[in-house]
């Protein structure tokens, strides 16, 4: 009976690391364009040569840290005092794949994160009500969530303004040239910080996964786990999210090669600091308030506000639905098998 449990429980790691991969791989081309859609929309960078420069510093930039994968692996929920902890990271991995499956296809850019810390939480609730939830250690999380794009906004606002003072004097054809080839550094630094903070959720599953089924008893990301998902969000990233780049680069207002930069140095810099201090950070938000403060900056009127609130609004209800998803998904898994 031990072997024949044993090796269910090895079956159901299989099947979490392999949801938890491909989670990595569709959050790659998801969030393809937080990195690389202000340098495409200047023609800074070829589309082509763009996602080369993204997947590969994202994967450089999955292998750095693991506070992040950390506080996802034991913040939401202690995996160790959960029954079935197994089924619930498998329930949470479909619900959160199924939402960023669906935001891709009609081009909003959702947030993964938001994503997979709704459906981690959702399916918590799901098998051990809200007293399996970690209080602390999510509301943690959910004020990371919250203020990162805040600073994101009033940051870019500050630095364009700062561009402008500098730059006030200087011929805009120059300028432009200059922040063109200046694109290329930033949005490589944009890739690796969106390596750094979002290939460790899924680290992070992972290792909630081991502990829950009784393979380790602490949250240190074992190296292969670390390999196996910065190499799925490389990969993800080469494949592009060009509906997602079209609204990030056009859609929101007319990015110049400067505003390109400026929102580029923004939500890298917040991405990282929060990436250093062990915060799950959204990518997506703090990568589109950064243009929003650009563009408010630049000129407010020139912002496309109605697109702005349709992305904002998905912010908000990405975690209640992608956590009510979980909850129905954990509950089907729990009629079918339990």
């Known amino acids: 009976m031990r072997a024949r449990q044993l090796m269910e429980t090895i079956v159901i790691i299989a099947v979490v690391v392999f949801l938890a991969l491909a989670f990595d791989f569709i959050n790659g081309f998801h969030d393809t364009a937080n990195a690389i859609a202000t340098s495409v929309s200047t023609r800074a960078l070829s589309p082509r040569n763009a996602i080369l420069l993204a997947a590969t510093l994202n994967f450089v930039g999955a292998l750095t840290f693991t506070g992040v994968a950390k506080s996802i692996g034991g913040n939401v929920a202690d995996p160790s005092k959960l029954d079935h902890g197994l089924l619930i990271v498998t329930a949470a991995l479909i619900a959160?794949?199924?939402?960023?499956?669906?935001?891709?296809?009609?081009?909003?850019?959702?947030?993964?994160?938001?994503?997979?810390?709704?459906?981690?939480?959702?399916?918590?609730?799901?098998?051990?009500?809200?007293?399996?939830?970690?209080?602390?250690?999510?509301?943690?999380?959910?004020?990371?969530?919250?203020?990162?794009?805040?600073i994101a906004f009033v940051v870019g606002f500050i630095v364009m303004k700062i561009v402008?003072?500098?730059?006030?004097?200087?011929s805009p054809r120059k300028i432009n040239k200059g922040f063109r080839a200046m694109q290329v550094l930033t949005a490589a630094f944009q890739s690796f910080s969106h390596g750094t903070n979002d290939a460790q959720k899924a680290m992070g599953v992972i290792t909630f996964a081991l502990v829950a089924g009784g393979f380790q008893s602490d949250l240190e990301v074992p190296l292969w786990v670390k390999v196996a998902a910065a190499t799925a969000m490389g990969l993800g990233t080469s494949f592009g999210g060009w509906k997602i780049i079209k609204t990030m680069g056009s859609k929101i207002f007319k990015i110049e090669p400067a505003n390109g930069v400026s929102a580029d140095l923004t939500s890298a810099s917040v991405i990282l600091s929060a990436t250093v201090t062990g915060f799950p950070v959204s990518t997506t938000h703090v990568v589109t308030s950064g243009i929003l403060g650009v563009g408010a900056s630049k000129r407010f009127r020139e912002v496309k506000w109605e697109v702005a609130g349709k992305i904002v609004l998905t912010w908000f209800i990405t975690i209640p639905i992608s956590a009510l998803l979980a909850w129905i998904t954990f509950k089907a898994i729990e009629i079918l098998f339990l």
Not at 97 to 103: G, H, S
Not at 131 to 136: H, K, M
């Open 164 to 170: 402008y003072l500098i730059f006030a004097n200087h």
């Open 96 to 150: 959160a794949i199924a939402w960023n499956l669906i935001t891709w296809w009609y081009g909003i850019p959702s947030s993964s994160s938001h994503a997979l810390i709704g459906s981690l939480a959702g399916a918590v609730v799901s098998a051990a009500g809200i007293e399996g939830i970690n209080v602390s250690g999510f509301s943690g999380i959910i004020m990371g969530l919250i203020f990162s794009p805040i």
